[in-house]
């Protein structure tokens, strides 16, 4: 089944991947067979124990094959097309993440699998897809959360083979990544909205402790203070009663329809009553109530040059880029 030839300058583990990814074509393996085990190609070959494993490690992490503790290597897929597997870690899917998914996969180009997983703001969740996986992938790419020690997970993963999504982690600053500035991008967008938003009375930021990046609080801390605007900073809407000649500032979908419900129920008007600023742009804030005013990331932008990095082998760190779209609700 395996086959090695000397000088004919195809290096020896890569003959070892040939043999198996042959093997699979022609019929003699399919998913689910035992393949012969590191030392027996070592010992029929006269090959180095690192050779065979250098070929194994590759066919494992574009999951061609498995391995199962005290038993050996399984072949996991008949698709040796796939030349590259990235493990996709999200904090949860919405319809921006969806955007940035969809560019990352058309600007990867055919034959790399992406697999996606989500930890859903739960650190233990988190930590298993990590460990679960390790060793299985060519790259990881992963958005944490306010978790309070992030890096002592993603440390088990080889460094160069890591991109961080999304916030610049202290933690995790020796590792690639596309960034958002929370702090900056919410002050700066706030000031260039200044001549609309000084009609409120008062600025509300719906933010929630656990799912929002402490940035984008501070940021905003910054601009109510130094520009002398009266604030609140609330986890939820639940039980709120709203006030004419409020702005509210949201970073989740959730609290922006209960708002537009809210306002209903009480007959008030949307940008002359009540002021709304949503964090990130999608169809519907075009859409609904004439259109909701947004600060938004370039989410396609993000998922090509997460691409772009991973193709190219950067190793850098990248500030995504971030707009206001002034709409009806302000």
């Known amino acids: 089944m395996i086959t090695i030839k000397a000088k004919i300058g195809i290096p020896k583990y890569k003959q070892i991947i040939n043999s198996i990814e042959h093997a699979i074509l022609s019929g003699t393996l ?10 027996s190609i070592k010992d029929n070959h006269k090959l180095s124990r690192d050779t065979v494993l250098m070929a194994f490690n590759e066919l494992k992490n574009r999951g061609i094959i498995q391995s199962i ?13 796939v030349t590259q597997k990235i493990f996709l870690l999200f904090d949860e899917l919405n319809s921006f993440k969806e955007d940035l998914y969809n560019s990352f996969l058309e600007h990867l180009g055919d034959n790399i699998q992406v697999d996606i997983f989500f930890h859903h703001f739960n650190e233990n969740v988190f930590s298993k897809l990590i460990n679960d996986n390790a060793g299985d992938y060519n790259y990881y790419v992963i958005m944490p959360a306010n978790f309070t020690n992030t890096s002592k997970d993603v440390k088990k993963l080889p460094k160069d083979k890591v991109y961080i999504l999304d916030r610049n982690y202290e933690d995790l600053h020796e590792y690639a990544a596309i960034y958002q500035d929370f702090e900056k991008v919410i002050f700066n967008n706030l000031t260039k909205a200044w001549y ?16 929002q990046p402490q940035g984008m609080l501070k940021g905003f801390s910054m601009f109510c203070k130094k520009n002398k605007m009266p604030y609140e900073v609330i986890n939820s809407l639940a039980g709120r009663v709203l006030e004419k000649g409020e702005l509210y500032i949201m970073p989740d979908d959730n609290s922006l329809l209960q708002i537009i419900k809210k306002m209903k129920s009480k007959n008030l008007k949307l940008a002359k009553d009540i002021g709304i600023i949503s964090y990130n742009d999608t169809l519907l804030k075009e859409i609904v109530e004439g259109g909701i005013t947004t600060i938004s990331t370039d989410f396609n932008m993000m ?11 950067e190793q850098v ?3 995504n880029p971030n707009k206001l779209i002034i709409r009806n609700s302000l």
């Open 30 to 39: 399919k998913k689910g067979d035992q393949i012969p085990s590191i030392n």
């Open 303 to 313: 998922g090509q040059r997460l691409a772009e990095m991973i193709l190219n082998k």
């Open 69 to 81: 503790v005290g038993k050996g290597y399984y072949v996991a897929s008949e698709d040796v097309n």
């Open 196 to 211: 609309l938003v000084k009609k409120y009375k008062k600025t509300i930021l719906i933010f929630s402790e656990d799912k």
């Open 317 to 319: 760190k990248v500030e």
